[in-house]
């Protein structure tokens, strides 16, 4: 059976303890490797690893260097799509046609786009005035954090992990990846590919392994890290921040969702069909942008309702390797559960399921996958925990609304604000919105329309702080000001 790694200083090793856990493929429910967990002696030896790299050549590299290196990263994740495609696709379940357009571009994009950055953003100066009448100048310089502890989610692993090793690394950092335990693959075989574009060794870690009481709380409560950087639920992002506040350490947490799309009747009614499909069930519905809540204007509700349905019943369901699937599998059978308590709850709570909302009849050879259908309920009140709870399942809400009022009141009412997508033809009334809704990212007719220069994070309980384009320089180095007297 493959085993699977920690990468510590340029090395795969296993752990010394023994200790291995199944990894699933959650479409045939087969194990098909046996990952090492790393204990508190893995996961010291790789942030002793990143500090020493960190005194290294790495962060004394000219930009110039630094950004060559990680283009060539970048190519190498190119070079071997289909390795990285297929082992992205076995752990996740989810299909090719996607994980080819989304996961693994981007994987290789998160390297490239802030290559280029850090050569291209200036840092600030002053003049000052003295009272001896010689004058000041401040200026400002960019300094790598440190060791930064990242740790990472499992719907979109390799896109994920990437979007905060690329700035990390750019920005001379030094890294300990802790991916989630039911994708540990993409982020070891990364380390393969740190080797040959020349990444010294210690710059790049993983230690694999679970969350609490394992190598996750290992990693956040090591002293020697000097910043965090999360993917996650909001519970844990709360977890990780208590660690952190031992020794004062940074953080940029990117949490849960319960995002609303709003639909006004002067929509474009097939593009907001269309991107609330993609919103609600693109990789089953396991995106923390996805949209649960959909609020449609009475006049156009109906319609809606029943076109939305019409489209979640042509999804197709099916494994990674089937071209005509769109729809995988949920991440495990655990989140399986967890999604379909929501399903009961809804039920239980008077819903009317417009369509879906139980296990879809698989063949024979994917009976053990975690597969489920997609889900469109209305009728709900606002009281029930299916429209007040992330799901993350390919499932959505629909309500009507009367006024643009309700519409963001509706939108806003939860401690969540992560994303949002507006659909509308009158930009006056976009604008108008958007700025009242209370979310880090808004979408006008569009959902997941990403460039990777903007600032991208979530608000209230969905977040603290900012990634993306400058805001990820802002977060992985210290600002020093220089004050020189003339
Ligand atoms: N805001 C965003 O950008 C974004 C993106 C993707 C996913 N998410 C959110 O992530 C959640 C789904 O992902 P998940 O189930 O993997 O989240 P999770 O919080 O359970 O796990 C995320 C990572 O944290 C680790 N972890 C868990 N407990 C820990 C602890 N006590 N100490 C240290 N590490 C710990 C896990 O092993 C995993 O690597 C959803 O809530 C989703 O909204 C948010
Ligand atoms: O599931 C969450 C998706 C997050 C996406 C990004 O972080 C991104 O596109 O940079």
């Known amino acids: 059976m493959k085993e699977v790694k920690h990468y510590i200083n340029g090395q795969y090793v296993g752990s010394a303890s023994g200790r291995m856990f199944d990894n699933i493929n959650p479409a045939t429910g087969e194990v098909i ?62 299909p090719k046609s996607l994980a080819s357009h989304i996961d693994i571009p981007r994987g290789a994009a998160n ?94 870690n993983v230690v694999q392994g679970y969350g ?10 090591h002293p020697d890290v000097d910043g965090y950087t999360f993917t996650g639920e909001t519970r844990t992002g709360e977890l990780i921040m208590q660690n952190a506040a031992k020794g004062v350490r940074d953080i ?3 949490l849960g969702g319960k995002n609303a799309g709003i639909v006004f009747a002067d929509c474009d009614m097939d593009k907001a069909i269309e991107g609330t499909m993609r919103s609600a069930f693109a990789n089953c ?32 369901i099916g494994p990674p390797d089937d071209a005509t699937a769109n729809l995988g599998p949920l991440i495990s059978q655990k989140q399986r559960d967890k999604v379909l308590s929501y399903y009961q709850q809804a039920v239980n709570d008077g819903a009317t399921v417009v369509t879906g909302g139980g296990i ?20 709900l009140n606002n009281d029930s925990a299916v429209i007040n709870e992330e799901i993350f399942g390919p499932c959505c809400h629909i309500q009507p609304f009367d006024t643009e009022e309700e519409a963001i009141e509706q939108a806003n009412r939860l401690p969540y604000g992560l994303a949002s997508a507006i659909w509308t033809e009158n930009l006056s009334r976009a604008a108008r919105v958007a700025g009242q809704v209370e979310a880090g990212i808004v979408w006008v007719n569009s959902w997941f329309l990403r460039d990777l220069r903007t600032a991208f994070g979530g608000s ?27």
């Not at 609490?212 to 409560?221: K, V």
């Not at 009849?361 to 889900?375: C, E, F, H, R, V």
């Not at 309980?461 to 180095?477: D, M």
Request: glycine share 10%; hydrophobic share 40%; proline share 5%.
């Open 33 to 94: 490797s046996q990952v090492h967990e790393a204990g508190e002696a893995e996961v010291d030896a790789a942030v002793q690893a990143a500090r020493a790299a960190l005194n290294g050549p790495w962060s004394k590299m000219t930009l110039d260097e630094r950004s060559k290196i990680l283009h060539a990263v970048a190519d190498g994740i190119n070079a071997r799509f289909d390795e990285f495609l297929e082992a992205e696709c076995a752990d996740t379940g989810k």
């Open 460 to 486: 209230k309980q969905s977040g603290i702080g900012r990634e993306g384009g400058e805001h990820s320089l802002e977060f992985y180095t210290e600002l020093k000001n220089i004050c020189l007297k003339l």
């Open 252 to 254: 940029s947490l990117e």
């Open 212 to 221: 609490g009481d394992s190598a996750g709380a290992f990693l956040t409560a």
């Open 360 to 379: 879809p009849d698989m063949p024979d050879a994917l009976k053990n996958g975690s597969w489920i259908q997609p889900t469109i309920w209305t009728g």
């Open 111 to 204: 390297f490239k786009v802030f290559a280029d950055m850090v050569k291209n953003v200036a840092t600030e100066a002053f003049e000052m005035a003295t009272p001896d009448g010689t004058g000041a100048l401040n200026y400002a310089v960019r300094r790598p954090k440190g060791v930064i502890g990242v740790i990472s989610p499992w719907n979109l692993p390799l896109l994920l992990m990437t979007w905060k090793v690329g700035p990390a690394l750019a920005c001379g950092n030094t890294v300990v990846v802790k991916p989630s335990e039911e994708t540990p693959t993409t982020t070891a075989l990364l380390g393969e590919v740190m080797k040959e574009a020349g990444v010294p060794d210690g710059v790049y």
């Open 285 to 316: 519905g396991q995106v923390c942008l996805g949209t649960e809540r959909v609020y449609v204007e009475r006049s156009i509700f109906d319609e809606f309702v029943s076109r939305l349905k019409a489209e979640a019943e042509k999804l197709v």
